[in-house]
């Protein structure tokens, strides 16, 4: 039996205890206000299940206040004519304000996600301050082209000059998901708003606070009222969101599930989509990999932020001629790593999010062993209290097991045999989805050869989880519509208008 873990929720920083006892209010034209239906939820720690905050629980009546505000700041401000300079200064502003705050950001997101204090130091919330310092390069450099038109009718000695612009779409709608709260809020808002977009940002109702003081800073760095609207609340705000008519453009990461859903409220009004949705990546080690990296990179690639990760490379396939050597290596590994609660900078795997994902994971794990697989190492819950489970990796799977199939968003992982290139190519593109690929091997031939193969965003080799913000992010298949990141998110955040005069 795993140890309880003793734990009470504690806060380090004199500001983010303040932040905390404040009552939270929704973002909506500039004022910071309550739901209309004065209702609101909880969001709990989920280390120790105690109550962080309540929070305004914003519904279909809030979404059409901060619409409205979002389509009058569009149109009737200069907001999306600011000139560029202007737009690069406030985006660098903000970036400099996260970072001169990473680390009330940092415990703010840790308390509410769970995750570990030093990742989100690290990692979320200076990729979330670098997000917003590479769009602030963005606005001087998004240009149009010069076009050569024949006019095939015009008579012949009638010139013409034509040219495209790249215009904001209007106003944008985003729903993020809770496993990288403040980060997936900066990809939405960072190239929104380098392109002169406005916009109504929905939060996972289990991670909503370090959007809210997110929304504090954007205000105090001078994003005008009614550009940035901040709305929490549960999935009826986000469909409320997704079917409005005066939302030009939905932006959504989460499940596969509900990114159907918005496809189809989108459809009223055929605004646009773009999507970042599940995956169930594959992490290939080939015979000649370097072992101790492989080992090292495929324990991050299933466990970083306790499996909570889309691109997750939860499906391992290893050399057969090196399965047993590296399955060994990866549950010694495995065991080394310390489950306790985010605050502990020892802590390796932290809560999951939710007792409701505590639950997905448990479930998941309970049908790989009733389904005759192997739990090499973990397998199950971590304790009594708080929703923590143990990293574990399965062998002796088949392909129709849930456990290979689907996503399950814990520190899990399969590991699976293969004999040649062909063969693991082949097994590793069996799937709905097509989010990330990993692969290890020392043979740079073969490194390109499976690159190109593999259906997938993005393909790392020997490396995992490489995010950076200039690079595109997103996924074939079920895995999403478009790329966030990079120059790919100006043309997500713009439409190209021709323009032609006749001279
Ligand atoms: P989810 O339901 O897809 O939630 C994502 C966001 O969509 C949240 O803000 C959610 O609001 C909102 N939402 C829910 N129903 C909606 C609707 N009908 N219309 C518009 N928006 C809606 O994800 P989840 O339930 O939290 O997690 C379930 C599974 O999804 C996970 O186990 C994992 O497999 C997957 N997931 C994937 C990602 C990813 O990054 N790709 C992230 C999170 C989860 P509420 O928070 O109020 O529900
Ligand atoms: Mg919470």
Redesign the pocket.
Known sequence: MSPTIETRTTVQSPQISKFLKQPQKMLINGEWCDSVSGQTFTTYDPATGDVLAEVPRGGPEDIDHAVKAARTAFEETSWARLRPNLREDLLWRISQAIVERVEDFAELESLDNGKPIGIAHAFDVRAAADCFRYYAGWPSKIQGATNNPSMLLAPTEVEFHSYTRREPVGVCGQ??????PLL?AAWKIAPALATGNTLVL?????TPLTALLLGQIMVEAGVPAGVVNIVT???????A??GHEDVDKMA????????K??VN?ASGNLKKVSL????KSPNIVFEDADIPSAVGGVLQGFTLNSG???EAGTRVYVHEKIYDEFNQALAEQVRTLKVGPGNDPESAITPLVSE??LN?VVGYLNAGKEEGAHALVGGNRHGDSGYFVEPTVFTDTTEDMSIVRE???GPVAVSIPFSDESEVIKAANKSEYGLAAGLWTTDLSRAHRVASRLNAGSVWVNTYHALDSALPFGGFHQSGWGRELGPESIELYTQVKSVTMAL
């Open positions: 729903i993020i998901p809770w496993n990288f997936m929905k939060p996972a109702e289990q609340g549960y999935g009826d705000a986000g469909a969101l997704s959504f990461t989460g499940s596969t599930e509900v990114g859903k918005i409220a970042e949705l599940g995956g909570q990760a889309c409701e994902q997905r996503e399950i968003f």
